[in-house]
């Protein structure tokens, strides 16, 4: 941890005049929730912990929806904020929030910290929660008194967390019923997730892939634990998922979920998710066995350590050539497609993909352009796909990918966005101009909240209500007022070139893409419906 | 299906609301939940009746497992324990009546704690089912509150829901 991302205030002062001090770096961001949404990056990019301080009452509050964004995620983040002076709290004095309690449910843990000798340990505490077993957000809430006070300090302070159980072994029988019943499998399908880029486990994926010749689908936390040029994999399953992809999963004898949690957004309708599949379900936590399908070999473990066990009971190499032969079929007849008159976001992201050659590190917003991103842009490596994607948090993408372009310096970083998304933290280009942080904005703009607008079209016979976005600003001035460099395409010809010019500039650059309108995400399962009944295209 | 649990807890402030808040947030339903400062001053133990089916119990384990406060939990439903909760009832009592409802009192062996000229506190201690059956005996004469603490419960014999846990004792 180098870095940090905040914005100071009245309570944090003190912490503030020290930090300054310190060497640590800090970032200045507009917005707290951007701070939140760059400690994610910065985590999310590099396995690190991020670290995000607010001032007391509206700077915690402000950060909420990034401390949820990591909850749902699983992020490492630690959120340091400010409060009001020990013997005010209650009082509801001025800038007074009850942060811990708000946050209650939405981090692993938090504290509140009452008094300066339980400061270091509280710090330590904090770090070795988030990032141990399931990681995720945690929140130190430190009265302004409490940082004005000297204490001696003890390094490092003793641990004590007799409820904390971070550290589970796979059990042994039950690798031997996941190995078997791989080895009794005629179609198995390895089903991947953000717990494994989490526990590092992709190496062991891939050779259990590669061994057992299991074709591999993915969440989309998942994206980057299996490299999707791979011949086994067969893509994103789900709601925006591949044809492929989701009928395998009705096909399936047998699921082996890894580091995953079975998302509506993945299931569909419960009841008919992989109908005639046994489930293994790997997970560290183990309230998410069963919560959603139940699993018939549950294995509570680190993901990594869980696959080292079965695959040192795997000794044989297998092949399961008519399944394989099965899943070429149906890539073949419904391979991802778009139309290609007119400006199409789908093949702006193919052209970032050839520039840069499937190594940039990826954000995202949310909303369709995502959902694009996820299917146009295939990566190969862990940790270069951030995505906001069990919150759906718009306004995540631009400070995500700032927080991975800091703590990945060198690497080409690029936040796909939209023009709704993009508003909901635009305050962020004044971030990327102060400090030149390198990063390539692609606004897809349609003009509309087009995933919203997308639903309407389906679901509420056309009434596009309230979803187009009057008033959008001229996105290049915009940038242009905050000195970055910026350029607007509106026919295919002008994409590569603008690519290609945004990626040779140093420091941030801003193309604008005005995208075809109503455009939209296929193949889509309606929500609720089950995974082998898709819309694959074509307007209605 | 009723479910007891007892659950070791750290003596921390923000447990219980921790504790109730994941019962409100995931829906469970809690039919009681009585806490108190066990034999060691930092830890509490709390009481917890659920009521759901086996698939909802199984998931409030996990994820009451799963806080952080939370050292040890035992679903005690099925092993030999005495469970107790304590009632105070107020109840109407004509000079005329309150022979009768100290028959009653007596026959569920409980105790009048109070007497004002038209009503009687009741104290009654007993498994929910004793304690359900004095309330109900007690009805046709008019009940003005009633306060019930939720079951407490303890394991028979010599065995004892422990403090050992198995969690991080110290991190790098």
Known sequence: ?540 | MKRTLSVLVENRPGVLTRVAGLFSRRGYNIDSLAVGRTENPTISRMTIVVDGDEQIIEQVCKQLNKLIDVIKLSDITDDPHVGRELMLIKVNADPAVRGEIMQIVDIFRARIVDIARNSLIIEATGDADKIDALENSLRPFGIREVVRTGKIAMLRGAKTKGMEASGDGTGD
């Not at chain 1, 993408?397 to 936040?415: D, H, S």
Request: glycine share 10%; net charge negative.
């Open chain 1, 1 to 540: 941890m180098d870095t940090v991302f905040g914005i100071p205030g009245g309570a944090v002062l003190p912490l503030y005049h020290e930090l300054a001090a310190s060497g640590i770096r800090h970032i200045l961001t507009r917005h707290e929730q951007a701070a939140a949404h760059a400690a994610e990056g910065y985590a999310r990019a590099t396995g690190r912990p991020g670290v995000c301080i607010a001032t007391s009452g509206p700077g915690a509050t402000n950060l909420v929806t990034g401390i949820a964004d990591a909850y749902m995620d699983s992020i490492p983040i630690v959120a340091i904020t400010g409060q009001v002076g020990v013997a005010m709290i209650g009082h509801d004095s001025f800038q007074e929030a009850d942060i811990t309690g708000i946050t209650l449910p939405i981090t692993k843990a938090n504290y509140l910290v009452k008094n300066i000798r339980d400061l270091a340990a509280t710090i330590h505490e904090a770090f070795y929660v988030a990032t141990t077993g399931r990681p995720g957000p945690v929140l130190v809430d430190i009265p302004k008194d409490i940082t004005t006070q000297r204490a001696a300090f003890h390094y490092p302070p003793k641990l004590r967390l007799p409820g904390y159980r971070s550290r589970v072994e796979p059990h042994a029988l039950q690798v031997a019923q996941a190995a078997a019943a791989i080895l009794a499998a005629e179609k198995p399908l390895l089903f991947i997730g953000g717990g494994v880029i989490t526990s590092g486990a992709h190496e062991e994926v891939r050779q259990l892939a590669e061994e057992q010749d299991i074709p591999v689908i993915m969440s989309m936390m998942g994206k980057g634990a299996f490299p999707e040029t791979h011949p086994l994999f067969i893509g994103m399953v789900g709601m925006h998922g591949t044809v492929a992809a989701n009928y395998a999963v009705c096909e399936t004898d047998l699921i082996i979920g890894v580091g995953v949690r079975f998302d509506d957004r993945v299931t569909g309708k419960i009841e008919a998710f992989a109908p005639r599949a046994k489930i293994i379900h790997i997970d560290i936590d183990a309230a998410e066995i069963g919560k959603v399908v139940p699993a018939h070999i549950p294995i509570v473990a680190d993901a990594r350590q869980a696959l080292q066990a079965i695959l040192a009971r795997l000794p044989e190499k297998k092949e399961h050539p008519a399944w394989r032969q099965k899943i070429k079929v149906w890539q073949d007849e419904h391979p991802l497609r778009y139309d290609e008159c007119g400006l199409k976001p789908q093949y702006v992201i193919e052209e970032l993909y050839r520039l840069t050659e499937g190594r940039a590190v990826i954000a995202t917003d949310v909303g369709q352009h995502q959902m694009w991103a996820v299917q146009y842009y295939p990566v190969e490596r862990p940790r270069s796909f951030l995505s906001s994607c069990g919150l759906g948090t718009m306004g995540f993408g631009v400070p995500a990918a700032m927080g991975a372009a800091i703590a990945r310096p060198g690497e080409t970083v690029v936040a796909i966005t939209g023009d709704g998304s993009f508003q909901m933290n635009i305050q962020e280009l004044a971030t990327l101009s102060h400090y030149r942080i390198p990063v390539k904005i692609i606004l897809l703009n349609n003009g509309y909240l087009g995933m919203v607008r997308q639903w309407q079209e389906f679901f509420f016979e056309r009434r596009y209500a309230y979803s187009e976005m009057g008033g959008n600003p001229d996105f290049v001035k915009v940038a242009e007022a905050y000195r970055l460099p910026a350029r607007r395409v509106t026919t295919r010809e002008e994409v590569v070139p603008a690519l290609e010019e945004a990626l040779a500039t140093d420091g941030p650059y801003l193309v604008e893409a005005l995208i075809d309108r109503e455009e939209n995400v296929f193949p889509m399962v309606p929500p609720g419906g089950t995974l082998n009944k898709m819309v694959t295209g074509g307007r209605q």
